[in-house]
């Protein structure tokens, strides 16, 4: 009995996040980007942003997007790079959110999310990265807030979806549990 | 007395290993398809669906003496073969079977079984990893993970090595007495662990034992992929539960778990543990260690506890990375479910906290130094490495017990103090 009412407010919460969230039709666009070290430079823009982790190095950026969402422009990076775990170097794959915050300029990390990771201390490990990201942007039914929908899965398994909200005093997206 | 209780712990626990020595530690079943490679580490064989590897006994013979090791021997063995195996077990280079690119990996002589009884002798490249002490291992020579079941193997040895465990205290229950050389009220203490948490429902350990049931109850199972985002309720339902203070009390004995080594001895294992929580502790008052994702995610970017703010410290200590594999057994842990090696490491890690508490730990010379920041395994070669930083003599005193960290066989944290 105790499970089946667990169970039943565990869908519940889970239908609860669904309502929540309402998928934009509008998608990121593809915008074009370099690098110096870590600091990036989107397609026409001035300013210019830096990568949050800030010992990063052979960092390859692999794609760049741009979204306007009422009147905030999120910028998205998909990096390849490699940092130090405390003693051994890691090849990551990261996906972070910027948000343009317009009195000042500047660009700012909204979320840096670590999509897979290599411990490339041993002789021999895999080199390429196994996962996949998808990622849906959105608002929130209620309070209008931006949020996202993100989907991690390695091969062969079935993902399980969470969801971000931007926390505009923050300026970070922020997990919804 | 005590040699002649040493002598009869070794028969015994030689005995004990030998009557499971067929199913010596490398067996395994229902693996899809792995590779073989001849001994020049030429092309590779497939080997087909319900083949038994095991490890030539020949090669147990060459490195350790004996068809019929103990496990201590081939603990030693398979958990460092970069030190403990030194000039026995030899890096090979072969190529990469998916890239066909030169790599260099530690080869093993295998022999293989086919399920028509065919017999194959060969090679099989693997690593052991150690970083909590338990053993871990996996295929290197770029075998398909999916097609290996290495984590099969993993527990099949943590299996071994807990029925060992169990025969070896069965017929010679002196022998810790005599091996641990313990102190009366540390000698108490594994024996008082599991009583006091049940006794004394206010404990730290016991709540997060309660807790972790009702975590691994409603989230069975997590996976690599989804440990980072679990990892971030976890926390957050630490916090909500205990609050910021217990929460990261918690965390530090979770670190201190996860990042020491596992000792036999109960002294050495409350040492090695003692010493994370105090790098740990120190790197709290010392301020902050850079930004945590983590903390930004659960909504504490601002006014997170010190210590919290310390473990949780983007890059700082590996179990709280979200696709380490501690981790996962973090989050996948609950009594219940656990072996007794496990559970064992786990109680000692917040006992090392109450003695600590207690001022029954004494960190002498330079590990009581504030400073006492880094450490690393020394099977690997950190570019921060600065020798004059170095604790040379890195003792701890548990309960009057001096016990030197550096004498320490296999894998072991060398301890730096002051550098930035």
Known sequence: MIKYIFLVLLLGAASGHAEEFQALKEEPKKINCSNN????????????????DKNSRDIKLIKCEKIQIKDLSFYTLLISSEVMDGTEPQKVLTYEVVVLDKKTNSLKTARSEIVDQIDISGDSVPTQFESTLKIKWGIGAKNKNVQLRIELSEKNEKPKPYLLKFNTKSQWFENIF | MKNLFKILCLVVTTFSFSVQATDLPFSYSNTKSVHLRNNNLGSPQAIEAG??????????LEMLGSENPTQEQVQRLLLNPGEASKDKVVTQQFRDVNNGKPKNDYFFPVIVKTKTGETKAGKMAFSFYNRTGMLEIKRTDGADPTQFQSSQITAQLRDLIDQNKATEAQSCQQCEAVSNKPTQSIADLARALESSSKDSSNQLWAKYKEFTKEFTAAHRKIKKSDAGQMKRLYIKSLIDKFGQ??????????????????????NAQIAEMSAVLKVVDNRAKSGARGQSRTLKDIGLANGADPLLKAILADWQFS???????????????????????????????????RLMQDGKVEFMGKMNDPKLHHYHANYVNPNWDRAANRVTEPTIKVDGVPVDLSKQRGARHVFYAGLA
């Open chain 2, 245 to 266: 203070k217990d929460a990261a009390t918690i965390l530090a004995a979770l670190t201190a778990f996860a990042e020491a080594p596992y000792r036999d001895n109960v």
């Open chain 1, 37 to 52: 070290k870590e600091s990036v430079t989107f397609d026409a823009l001035k300013s210019k942003y830096t990568i949050y």
């Open chain 2, 319 to 353: 179990a709280w990375n979200d696709r380490d594999n501690n981790l996962l057994r973090i989050l996948n842990y609950t009594p219940d479910r656990s072996d007794a090696m496990t559970n064992r490491k786990m109680a000692f890690a917040f006992e090392s906290q």
């Open chain 2, 51 to 60: 083949a038994e590897i095991t490890i030539d006994p020949k090669f147990l």
